[in-house]
């Protein structure tokens, strides 16, 4: 029977004429939350030309990946005709570089590096920190390294766009990332303030892992859908596959 209705969920994708559809108000809930929201997501995809539709069956496939229901897995890989995706075990980029600058001191002279903008703090320093937070021995650390990122981005600005400065909004990315992480809702409605964009439905649907109930986002999804820009599925599936690789904080 769940196969079948995650089969049945898949199959509505076939009847999507753009994001204005009877589907508009439907909110997902319950044990079905996950075919849904994955429906609801490339639902907004579909009105995509097929060949930006072809970009993005593979980070798509990513995300379903995550979760744990193999029919819904089989389902999505049939659906779409794309392999499973290769599962890499590669160190990613920043924290690569947050073990290096460790290796050279203690976290003093981390934060001290972090401050002045050095090698390897000169490309990337926000996703250094984070990572650097991550590896922290204890939570007094990774306070520390945290607080320091906050003074770093500095006091919010009211610009917007091009007028913000860049690395705040960097900053806000990957510390809102870590608030998430950490379930802590204040801390990431304080992130996210720094961002440039503190509306975007990756944020909305990372503090629904906190508060719950990502479900409610599904018509924002599909209602929102973009025929020329791929931007609004990919930040539905980051949003999204947090809580997919993460499952809600309560």
Known sequence: ?????????????????GPANALD???????????????????????LPSDKQTRLARPFLEV?????????????????????????????????????????GDWDAFLRDARSGGRPFNIG????MAAGARLAPNETVRRRVIETMYELAGPRQRASGLD?????????YALAELAM???DLSEFDRAVALTA???SLRYELWRHRITGNAGVLASRIRREADADDTHHVRTAL?????ILQRGYCA
């Open 1 to 17: 029977m769940k196969a079948m209705i995650v089969v049945v969920l898949i199959g509505l994708t076939l009847f999507e004429t």
């Open 25 to 47: 108000g439907q909110s997902c809930e319950g044990a079905e939350e996950t075919a849904c929201m994955l429906d609801a997501i490339w639902s907004a995809a579909s009105v």
């Open 64 to 104: 379903v990946s995550m979760s744990r229901d193999v029919a819904l897995k089989r389902a999505w890989r049939s659906r779409l005709a794309v392999p499973e995706p290769r599962q890499t075990t590669d160190t990613p980029y920043a924290t690569e570089k947050a073990r290096m600058a460790l290796a050279e």
């Open 125 to 128: 320093r926000p996703e250094i």
């Open 164 to 172: 913000r400065s860049f690395e705040q909004a960097d900053f806000g």
């Open 181 to 183: 992480e950490a379930c």
């Open 197 to 199: 964009d503190p509306d």
């Open 238 to 242: 980051e949003g999204y596959g947090a």
